[in-house]
């Protein structure tokens, strides 16, 4: 259906040429799932808006062809790719958020594509509209075909987006991280939708995510890509299982896994190669375990069996593991735990914000509005002991941050007690506080908004020693290099600014920032959602060390119950501003109690198989 | 689509524009900070022998009606009426920017009380403005100055102030509040620094309107006062003589309209280089 061969694709940018897809050649058969699986940097979605005809400007095709059932897109004029796009082959956009145009119902986007492609009425396209509104499952769709995109939760939107891409009746749908950006109950739901969709209309899908557990649900095939080159093809059950590529292997090591703990994840160190200058060997050799002199030598994508991989010592490798973390720290922790209290305790926290007003309406005889008032944080009591993570999940909206927030006294309470280190703080004025802010820090998400961009490492993490009188004058820059040290960053980062970091790096650099005050407590709010799945497990990792060697305490909020499930003693499930289930991790994930809970942990991806192999292998 | 360029991303290259505009400006800038020295003739001597002259070899842009040289009181002018356009825009970011990052950062009955402030005095015509604060006090060029900046502070105020809504929004900033900070220190050292580029832009593109509202006033006689050579006083007092000589009002008004198409250069070239994510919102 959709035939890729030796593409290679260029992008200019200010310092140079990047090749962000090198000598790329894949096929999806008609009415198979082929899902392309790599980290940022990978040039995945450049391969969608490759096939789509779409990519921008600066982006070259260096060499390759595509081709769409037999026909070579290339050689095609504007005029006859534009009436293959849209018609033939339907695009969904990763972020649901911002792909709909805020302006126009819903019916008339859905149908839109039915107007210029098949040439129908608009009054016709709008009641094909609703029809394929309805066969997406959503409910009511001739009053959402009548819906502004702001009026439609996230789930709704991608439902919509995906009846859009449809409409035209395509053979072929190209999805670029299509639930990326939703809660698993409804990425559920959508993968379930394109199951049947796909059985229903025989679709062919090119399917693009970094999550291994959507891609294992949903994909015949897998081919994993690494700065620009498939390092990997094959049937997607046993790839994911038998993972023959080093890189291959340290991905799945890297990804917690539901009801398997260990004490540490396995991390891919490095960093992506420079792709202005990409290496003539192995791409993946200077991050690779198992490189070697020959790994310098150019690596070809070499068929071994069903499989097609980029790695000289494939075979002589097949059996052997990425190499784990696990170094007994585990038993060191328990060990030390009893003796710990209470660091945070809280009890009836409740905070609601006025989101609007009712309508005017008369109450006897004079005309009132009432605000309307939602409490993202109703009635919350929990305690975290000194050295103990506490995980926290939840879906977008259920008061996670602002809960995380309101215990820092960022937001201020409308009531409740606070304890923080035995100090009641909850009624404190923010003067009043130092002494809590010292005891108390926070992690942000997004590393890239939590870093003064003007600032230096250094200048960021002298800071708080200065303002908390931590370091004389002359040992500051001492005490700064303690710290990056401390996240395992070297002391010349000192000198740099956020923008010349990587994601991790400068995750690194928030944590540091956090660590500053030698705190007892740390609130990590959402800390690795921006990360990649290798830079993720390090991340993870570094906490649980820091942990394990100082003794602070988390308040780890995070929409990924695995993430949560690997690195926390205990779980909160949150729902709508309240607590629904609390325990220790095993009871919550393995033996739920409330119903909420039961579909939370039912509806996460998995990666199936692959942990009995790791159990195997460990054997 | 993110693609991972190496560690240290070389500048861009510098757009042509702000090439363009420094070259103009600093051509401007330079010839009137040197103009004592430079200056072919004594710009305030008379002589009633060569009045009226045109352009010629001695005297390169002629003479005014008290027989100047028109091309030394234009270099002389220059530094008047550059010295006016920066100290005017000097004393509105001293004002309009602590008022937009308090505004912007404390939000509340601040916030409405300080931007209705704003309000009001855009209300009024800015020449009206500036008339008003100069025809209470005799005329002086100082004074000037600081009549076009006030004109100037809401415009700088705003901007401060929508920069400062998104900065604040940033999480940086809740770290300086978990980290116990005070307001002026995450006012001043965390907000203003991020707020530069986009204020820097507006400050260049407000210098030169201030020396246009600024010749405009001493035109009106309530700017530089004779025998000062300010270029609107220049433009003004040429204007009597159009018909007999068109010059003396040409090469002040060319030498203004040059260095205002030379500092906008600069503005619209630093937006680029500075930062293209403000793009949008400064170029409204």
């Known amino acids: 259906m959709l035939t890729v061969e030796d593409l290679t694709i260029r992008y200019r940018t200010p310092g140079g040429e990047i090749e962000a897809l090198t000598s790329v050649s894949f096929n999806v058969a008609r009415g198979s799932t082929l899902a392309l699986v790599g980290e940022s940097g990978s040039g995945k979605s450049t391969v969608a808006l490759a096939a789509m005809g779409i990519l921008p400007a600066e982006a070259r095709i260096a060499s390759g062809r595509i081709l769409f059932a037999g026909q070579d897109l290339m050689a095609l004029s504007t005029e006859q790719r534009r009436d293959i796009r849209g018609a033939r082959m339907g695009l969904v956009f990763q972020d649901p958020f911002s792909v709909l145009n805020p302006s126009l119902r819903i019916g008339e986007q859905v149908g839109e594509g039915l107007v210029h492609k098949r040439g129908l009425t608009p009054k016709a396209a709008l009641a094909r509209a609703i029809e394929l509104l309805d066969e997406v499952g959503i409910r009511q769709p001739d009053v959402v075909a009548q819906a502004y995109p702001h009026q439609l939760s996230g789930g709704m939107r991608q439902r919509a987006l995906i009846a859009g891409a449809l409409a035209a009746e395509p053979e072929l749908l190209i999805l670029d991280e299509p639930t990326t950006a939703l809660d698993v109950t409804i990425e559920a739901q959508i993968l379930e939708l394109l199951e049947r969709l796909r059985a229903e209309r025989n679709l062919t899908m090119l399917f693009i995510s970094h999550n291994l557990g959507v891609v294992s649900r949903i994909a015949d095939e897998a081919a994993v890509l690494y700065a620009g080159q498939i390092v990997e093809r094959g049937a997607t059950q046993a790839l994911l299982s038998k993972p023959a590529h080093p890189y291959s292997k340290g991905l799945l090591a890297a990804i917690p896994r539901l009801g398997e703990r260990k004490s540490r994840l396995a991390s891919i160190p490095g960093r992506l190669p420079d792709l202005r200058a990409p290496p003539a060997g192995c791409r993946f050799s200077s991050r690779c375990p198992f490189a070697q002199t020959a790994c310098d030598a150019a690596q070809s994508l070499q068929e071994v069996g069903e499989r097609a991989v980029r790695c000289g010592r494939a075979e002589p490798l097949a059996a052997t593991p990425w190499p784990s973390h696990d170094d007994g720290l585990a038993t060191i922790r328990n060990a030390q735990q009893p003796s710990a209290g209470p660091v945070v305790v809280v009890q009836g926290l409740t905070k609601s914000f006025t989101i609007g007003h009712t309508p005017w309406a008369f109450e006897a005889w004079r005309p009132q509005r009432k605000p309307i008032r939602i409490a993202p944080v109703n009635r919350i009591s929990l305690s975290i002991a000194a050295g103990e993570a506490l995980g926290l999940v939840g879906e977008s909206g259920s008061g996670k941050t602002t809960l995380g927030r309101t215990i820092l006294r960022l937001i201020n309470p409308d009531a409740g007690v606070i304890r923080i280190a035995g100090e009641d703080v909850s009624r404190l004025p923010q003067g009043g506080l130092v002494a809590m802010r010292r005891l108390a820090q926070i992690v942000f998400q997004n590393p890239d908004s939590s870093l003064n961009p003007r600032k230096t490492v250094g200048e960021l993490l002298s800071r708080p020693l200065i303002r908390f009188g931590l370091a004389s004058a002359g040992d500051v820059s001492a005490r700064v290099s303690a710290l990056l040290d401390l996240v395992r960053l070297p002391e010349h980062y000192k000198d740099r600014y956020a923008h010349q970091m990587s994601g991790g790096e400068k995750q690194r650099v928030g944590i540091a920032l956090a660590l500053a005050t030698e705190p007892r407590f740390i609130v990590c709010d959402e800390p690795v959602s921006a990360l990649d799945v290798s830079v993720q497990a390090a991340i993870i990792n570094l906490l649980a060390d820091l942990r394990d060697r100082l003794g602070v305490a988390y308040l780890f909020i995070s929409h990924d119950i695995s993430v949560v499930a690997h690195l926390c003693d205990r779980i909160a499930v949150m729902r709508e501003g309240e607590i629904v289930e609390i325990g220790p991790v095993e009871d919550v994930i393995l033996r739920p109690q409330h119903p909420y809970t039961r579909k939370l942990v039912a509806a996460v991806p998995r990666v199936d198989g692959v942990a009995n192999f790791a159990l195997s292998m460990q054997e | ?284």
């Open chain 2, 1 to 284: 689509m993110s693609v991972s360029v190496g560690k240290s991303e070389p500048r861009r290259p510098m757009p042509l524009q702000l090439k363009a505009g420094l070259a103009i400006t600093g051509a401007i800038v330079v010839l009137s900070l040197l103009a004592p020295w430079i200056a072919p003739h004594p710009w305030d001597t008379i002589s009633m022998r060569t009045r009226f002259l045109a352009p010629n070899a001695t005297y390169w842009l002629g003479t005014d009606e008290y027989g100047r040289d028109v091309l030394s009181r234009l270099l002389m002018g220059g530094r008047l009426s550059l010295a006016m356009g920066i100290s005017a825009t000097l004393v509105s970011l001293a004002i309009g920017v602590p008022m937009g990052l308090a505004a912007g950062y404390f939000r509340g009955w601040l916030d409405e009380g300080l931007m209705r402030l704003a309000d009001v005095m855009m209300a009024i015509p800015p020449i009206m403005l500036g008339l008003m604060v100069l025809a209470v006090t005799p005329p002086a060029l100082w004074k000037t100055a600081v009549a076009v900046g006030f004109v100037y502070i809401p415009p700088i105020a705003r901007l401060t102030r929508s920069v400062t809504l998104t900065l604040a929004g940033e999480d940086f900033i809740q770290a300086a509040r978990a980290r116990a900070e005070s307001s002026s220190y995450i006012l001043f050292r965390e907000i203003l620094p991020n707020a530069w580029p986009p204020l820097i832009v507006e400050a260049s593109l407000r210098v030169t309107y201030a020396i246009l509202l600024g010749s405009a006033l001493s035109f009106l006689g309530l700017g530089a006062q004779p025998p000062s050579s300010d270029w609107g006083l220049m433009i003004s007092e040429a204007r009597s003589f159009l018909d007999r000589a068109p010059w003396l009002a040409l090469a002040p008004g060319a030498a203004m309209c040059l260095l205002v198409i030379g500092i906008n250069l600069i503005g619209d070239g630093a937006r680029e280089r500075l930062d293209p994510r403000l793009k949008a919102r400064v170029g409204k």
